[in-house]
């Protein structure tokens, strides 16, 4: 957005001045939506652009007959440009300014105001916040506290780093940010989602095909899109036109996640789902979802020294069954035990070259540990999908979970490249990382899917799409999109706390996640 801004102004012609109008106007009919007729508005600027937002916000405020009173942080004479502008058209509506030596004041004004905007510091702030910006900080999350201040930030809430959501020192907890043009990381990720309330994105002018905009890696996608990237039906068609996925999971405590995951493959429309599981839990799972083809597996001792072991007998029908499949989905329900990395392995090395690998929970514990696992990961040409909560992504990246928290954009893409693979980083906010460079930030999901088997649910959606035809990214971002969109409709019919991942795997009706209907 910096760069954009930059652009729309030097390049295209387009005056700041416009543009800082358009985003003040966004902000005021914002505000005017959900502040009462007698609400006491404090509005606070910075002395940069955002400040100049404040300015001009206070002025559209005031013509709408608000009573707002001004604090500015920079002495008047030390403004410059749009903001200075901004700041002179001011004293033609007669609202009152507060100058930063009256500052003794500002403490009980805000105390005693029905709504602060926060026109402070915008998206270019990379410092600590300190001094008096600090203590204005506190108290206006004091008041908000203890009064039911109500607070609208002006771009992205004073204290929040715009790229990576971080507190610098301290932050403004808003209730209403409206932000300009185009999302900020910093209002998706954590812990900047937690201060950003309600976001709104208004444009304020600049042409949508702008140069830098299109150069941009970064995205997210829309219900209206899905309908589009969702795999083709038709109607002369059959099972074998919608891919078979193989699934190799379960073991004999973990039964359940072997289901969850194949019911959720099926769910987005794939054809057929074989599933290579322990000859011993055959019949739990048969009994669970009659659907599926199985390629059972018998498991003997070798000795005592080497553990158990896949009975050599099987090996060759395994490979028989992963040469036809269209996607191999490696991971739930696994555990760490020797049979185990030795299936991993055999599958790997089965494994066509145009073959989607999508690897979860264990497969991914399996893979940080094993060298030789991961490089014949890295050797199958990026068509391979890792899903890691961010405990296994600390395993796999060798960094802290809190290293990775501070910055999972830099994680995700670093995950994508070490291992020549698209990563799902799953989090609050989850990410997914293309070995290009390419990013999705995701916005559907809730709370109530922090239940056992929900990962293996997404497991299973992406494996599905990837057996449908879907690229290994696609099928991952729109996996998790609609992942999420499934939890939302989960949390709607069952609440966050009785939500379960078989609700979540109920909900996946693709055509009402796709807006196509609703069901």
């Known amino acids: 957005m910096r760069e954009t801004d930059r652009y729309a102004i030097q390049d295209l012609k387009i005056p700041g001045l416009l543009l800082m109008e358009a985003a003040a106007r966004s902000v005021a009919e914002e505000i005017l939506k959900r502040a009462a007729e007698a609400d006491r508005i404090l509005v606070l600027c910075g002395g940069g652009n955002n400040g100049g937002d404040g300015f001009a916000v206070a002025r559209f405020l005031k013509q709408q007959g608000m009573n707002v009173k001004v604090f500015t942080l920079e002495e008047p004479s030390s403004l410059q440009g749009d903001a200075r502008t901004q700041y002179e058209m001011l004293k033609a509506y007669k609202i009152p300014l507060i100058r930063p030596d009256q500052v003794y004041v500002i403490e009980n004004m805000i105390m005693q105001a029905d709504w602060v905007v926060d026109a402070i510091f915008g998206i270019g702030l990379s410092r600590e916040i300190d001094g008096i910006v600090r203590q204005l900080v506190l108290r206006i999350n004091e008041a908000r506290e203890k009064n039911g201040l109500k607070v609208a ?249 809190a290293e990775i928290a501070q910055d999972p954009v830099s994680a995700a893409q670093d995950l994508a490249a070490e291992y020549n693979a698209v990563c799902v980083l799953k989090d609050a906010l989850t990410l997914v990382a293309a070995p290009d460079g390419r990013i999705y930030f995701n916005t559907t999901g809730n709370h109530g899917m922090a239940t056992a088997g929900s990962g293996d649910v997404l497991a299973g959606m ?58």
Not at 223 to 234: C, E, H, I, T
Not at 244 to 256: D, E, F, I
Not at 464 to 490: C, I, N, Q, T
Not at 493 to 507: E, K, P, Q, R, V
């Open 153 to 401: 930030a002006v771009d992205i809430p004073t204290g929040i780093h715009a790229d990576n959501g971080r507190v610098m020192g301290c932050a403004i907890r808003a209730d209403l940010t409206v932000t300009f043009s185009q999302l900020k990381a910093g209002l998706m990720l954590y812990p900047g989602h937690d201060y950003a309330g309600e976001v709104i994105v208004r444009p304020i002018g600049i042409p949508a095909g702008a140069q830098p905009v299109e150069r941009v890696q970064w995205f997210t996608i829309e219900q209206s899109d899905v309908a589009g990237l969702l795999p083709k039906r038709y109607n002369r068609s059959h099972k074998g036109s919608y891919g078979r996925l193989m699934v190799a999971a379960g073991s004999k405590n973990m039964t359940g996640a072997s289901v969850l995951s194949a019911s959720a493959a099926y769910k987005t429309g794939t054809g057929l789902v074989d599933m290579i599981i322990p000859k011993d839990i055959r019949p739990v799972v048969q009994s669970l979802l009659p659907e599926v083809i199985i390629t059972p597996y018998e498991i003997i001792k070798e000795n005592v020294d080497h553990g158990s072991m896949v009975d050599p007998r099987d090996i060759g029908t395994i490979r028989e069954a992963i040469a036809i499949s269209s996607a191999v989905l490696m991971g739930p329900g696994w555990s760490q035990v020797p049979y185990v990395v030795e299936l991993m392995g055999i599958i790997l090395d089965a494994l066509p070259e145009e073959t989607v690998a999508v690897l979860d929970a264990d497969a991914l514990n399996i893979l940080s540990t094993r060298a030789e696992i991961k490089e014949k990961v890295k050797a199958h040409g990026g068509r391979t999908v890792l899903t890691p909560h961010m405990g296994e992504a600390s395993r796999l990246l060798k960094r802290s979970v």
């Open 462 to 519: 992406i494996g599905g799409l990837s057996a449908e035809g879907l690229a290994p990214f696609e099928a991952a971002y729109l996996g998790v999109y609609l992942h999420g969109a499934a939890g939302d409709r989960a949390a709607a019919l069952h609440g966050h706390y009785a939500m379960t991942a078989s609700d979540i795997c109920a909900a996946i009706h693709m055509e009402t996640l796709a807006g196509m209907a609703n069901l």
